[in-house]
């Protein structure tokens, strides 16, 4: 069924990094924008960033610009999250998206179940 | 960047009864081209990912019971939940997508009286 998948999310230290992934399947993944949000614990959701379907825009969230960066294979289906330089504040858990068909705003019609990243020394 | 803010924080409804959760946007989210209210609505159950309710701030997505709506425009928005039923405990949070950051309400807690 049309589903996102979210992987490689763990324990990590405070400066080092980490690269999530999302597998799409059921869904014609390259004609939807993309986005990350991420949930701390016991917390609000927070917007961290969006790529368009074909790659060409990003927007990326004041608290994660210079340190993650988005993007996305659309042979494989999957999208993507590197996040440098990690912090306490980054650690949540970070859910996959998927925004809307061929524009870049929209409505968050499928989610993830999520993967979650602790940073902790 | 605009600021969502909801009320109330959360909120104890009797099952069958009516739940009213209100949305306020700092700036209008209706775009004048189009005259639609770039708002969502989404329902968080507990250990779960959100499940979107509403877009266009009262466009109702497939298979959302009809006790839920959603209505608003400009600034102001409403989630009304008729009929509480107990699968309606949740955090139910607004969010704009008029402009990035796609700023999401810092989400309400209905729960059963």
């Known amino acids: 069924q049309v589903q996102l998948m979210e992987s490689g999310g763990g324990v990590v230290q405070p400066g080092k990094s980490l690269r999530l992934s999302c597998a799409a399947s059921a869904f014609t993944f390259s004609s939807y924008t993309m986005h990350w949000v991420r949930q701390a614990p016991g917390k609000d959701l927070e917007w961290v960033v969006l790529m368009s379907y074909d790659g060409t825009i990003k927007y990326y969230a004041d608290s994660v610009r210079g340190r993650f960066s988005i993007s996305r294979d659309n042979s494989k289906n999957t999208l993507y999250l590197q996040m440098n330089t990690l912090r306490d504040d980054d650690t949540a858990t970070y859910y996959c998206?998927?925004?809307?068909?061929?524009?870049?705003?929209?409505?968050?019609?499928?989610w993830g179940q999520g993967t979650t990243v602790t940073v902790s020394s | 960047d605009i600021v969502m803010t909801q009320s109330p924080d959360s909120l104890a409804v009797s099952l069958g009864e009516r739940a009213t959760i209100n949305c306020k946007s700092s700036?209008?989210?209706?775009?004048?081209?189009?005259?639609?209210?770039?708002l969502a609505w989404y329902q968080q159950q507990p250990g779960q990912p959100p499940k979107l309710l509403f877009h266009?701030?009262?466009t109702r997505e497939s298979g959302v019971p009809d006790r839920f709506s959603g209505s608003g425009s400009g600034t102001d928005f409403t989630l009304t939940i008729s009929n509480l039923q107990a699968e309606d405990v949740a955090v139910y949070y607004c969010?704009?997508?008029?402009?990035?950051?796609?700023?999401f309400g810092p989400g309400t807690r209905v729960d059963i009286k």
């Open positions: 700036q209008s989210v209706l775009y004048n081209s189009n005259n639609k209210n770039y």
């Open positions: 266009w701030a009262s």
């Open positions: 998206a998927r925004g809307a068909q061929h524009l870049v705003q929209g409505s968050f019609d499928m």
């Open positions: 969010q704009q997508y008029y402009t990035t950051p796609f700023t």
